[in-house]
């Protein structure tokens, strides 16, 4: 049987001419995209279109939904976990975190990942494949549709930090950030938006010239090519001076302040002249550093920095001149923290399918 084609993966242009095609007036695709945002589950719930329109729609479309499998709250309430099945079993996750000025929603780019970064639990069964933009749309569709159930505030932030590397699954990824975006749906500003990468710099570059301005968060975890390619294998294809290269263009573009992420390892890439090495390489345009302290991953073979070398790790960028945040650890008990999305968990087996 051949699938019909999931609705949810239209942009704008492409339901319009679906719209036309069937001989339905233009402004029909917006109705239609305030619907399928809204999260309805059927073309029959869409009220205000002629119901013969939405027969056609119906023979001709689907709305793939993807169903929430468990939701798992951390015990101090900052972070919910959510796991989901996807229409062909595999299994995804994201998670909402509650901070005082709202909630954003951290979520997957892709099911797995291939970038093979050391200290990540996504990465550890290779990448299964890409999500559609409509899978990346329904995961902030679903979460929204439970928030407001539950009488609370939808989704004012995105971090595209969850499985994946977003700048791998490019297309789709700039597809669901500009489908996101629009007005009749979720109204998601650009600048509430952040995507996060292990540092594709082509690709980078690329993002630059879409003129959206998101905010881009670049993994840089090491001062220098060759601990680098230790702890993230993918920085062998890209030196880390194009890393650089292309986070200044980014900037320069869009006038967006970088983010770069650096994840402290004990013994590794936690030392005074990493720190001092870290600030003579990014020193020239406007960036911040986010201090990520490791997540220990079952399995994998490393150890987060003890508190005081943390600390001093942070002044030592401070004296330098560096603007230092540090990542605020939510949902560590529901595995719900940084590099801790890891499907596979559920079945205990190295296939990432959900299996009853
Ligand atoms: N592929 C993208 C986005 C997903 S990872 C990227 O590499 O940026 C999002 C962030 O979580 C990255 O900065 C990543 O390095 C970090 N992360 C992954 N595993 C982690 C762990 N075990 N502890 C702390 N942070 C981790």
Redesign the pocket.
């Known amino acids: 049987m051949i699938e019909k084609p999931d609705m949810l993966d239209f942009s704008l242009e492409e339901v319009e001419q679906a719209v036309q095609r069937l001989g339905q007036p233009g402004y029909r695709a917006k109705q239609i995209l305030k619907w399928l945002h809204k999260g309805v589950s059927h073309f029959d719930e869409m009220t205000d279109l002629p119901q013969a329109f939405r027969q056609s729609l119906n023979e001709q479309f689907q709305i793939g939904r993807i169903q929430i499998l468990e939701r798992h709250h951390s015990n101090t309430g900052d972070a919910i976990k959510y796991l989901f099945l996807l229409s062909d079993h595999n299994i995804i996750e994201c998670v909402v975190m509650r901070y005082k000025y709202g909630n954003t929603l951290c979520l997957s780019t892709q099911v797995g990942?291939r970038?093979g970064?050391r200290?990540?639990?996504?990465t550890i069964n290779g990448l299964v494949r890409n999500l559609s933009a409509g899978e990346m749309m329904s995961q902030v569709i679903e979460v929204n549709r439970e928030l407001e159930e539950n009488g609370e505030r939808r989704i004012g932030n995105l971090v595209?930090?969850?499985?994946?590397?977003?700048l791998d699954n490019y297309s789709n990824t700039v597809k669901f950030i500009k489908m996101v975006h629009y007005p009749m749906g979720i109204n998601m500003s650009y600048r509430n938006i952040t995507l996060?990468?292990?540092g594709l710099a082509p690709r980078m570059i690329e993002l630059a010239d879409e003129g959206l301005p998101v905010t881009l968060?670049?993994?840089l975890?090491a001062p220098n090519d060759k601990l680098r390619r230790f702890i993230m294998p993918a920085a062998s294809v890209y030196p880390i001076i194009d890393v650089i290269e292309a986070s200044r263009y980014y900037y320069e573009k869009t006038g967006r302040r970088i983010t770069f992420?650096y994840?402290l390892i004990k013994d590794l890439n936690d030392r005074k002249e990493h720190a001092e090495e870290l600030a003579e390489l990014i020193k020239g345009f406007p960036s911040h550093v986010n201090i990520?302290?490791?997540?220990?991953?079952s399995g994998?073979d490393f150890r987060r920095s003890p508190e005081r070398t943390i600390q001093r790790f942070i002044r030592e960028l401070e004296s330098r001149g560096v603007v230092v945040t540090r990542r605020r650890e939510l949902g560590l008990d529901i595995e719900g923290?940084?590099?801790?999305l890891r499907r596979s968990r559920l079945t205990g087996r190295r296939n990432q399918r959900y299996e009853r």
Do not use: D, K, R, Y
């Open positions: 990942c970038m970064c200290f990540c639990a996504s595209l930090m969850g499985t994946g590397e977003p996060s990468t292990c968060s670049v993994s975890h992420e994840i990520i302290p490791a997540n220990e991953v994998l923290a940084c590099g801790q």
